[in-house]
């Protein structure tokens, strides 16, 4: 039984600290676009699947990272799915503030994130940060339960600014998604 959200806890780091990074790695953990529009570049049908959507307090680290004092956030957890096959687990959290209400970010359902976002001129992000995660991270626990073996994993987050609002978004590419081909 998978406990949400899952825990993202990692060392992230710019990606300059990963120099052994393949031009593979590089294009997906780096990409600048929507990785919702570069997944969806290469199958015929894309998904996403809602794993859960509720508030959560932020933690410490997220309150730093999100220049906000408010203290909860709704927490959005989902799987970006080509053509039927789990590719990233993504994780968002969205303060609930008023310019994220009006942009219906809180209410997205099954529409990508990313198909929304991208399409305001006002979106703006920090530097990517990229983490790997171990055989041994509690991601594994969801990996296992959508049928995949254990491998480490790679991710990135970054801040998202849209109309002075902020909002943390992490992605992990699972087990055979495109990054690792």
Known sequence: ???FPVSLAANWQPASAF??????QQGWLLEAGSLTAKLKSHCQAFSVKVLNEAP?????EQQALLNTSLSQ?????VLL???GKPMVYAQSWLPADDTLKKQQLLSMGTRPLGDVIFQDPSLSRTEIEVAEFSQQHAIQALT???????????GR???????????????????GAYIYL
């Open 1 to 3: 039984m998978i406990t």
């Open 19 to 24: 120099p052994n990074l393949t031009q593979q």
């Open 56 to 60: 959560f307090d932020l933690t410490a």
């Open 73 to 77: 956030a709704l927490n959005r957890e």
């Open 81 to 83: 799915l080509c053509d």
């Open 144 to 154: 296992s339960e959508i049928g995949f073996s254990s491998q480490p994993l790679w």
């Open 157 to 175: 987050r970054s801040v998202f600014s849209l109309s002075n609002a902020h909002f943390l978004v992490a992605e992990v590419f699972l087990p």
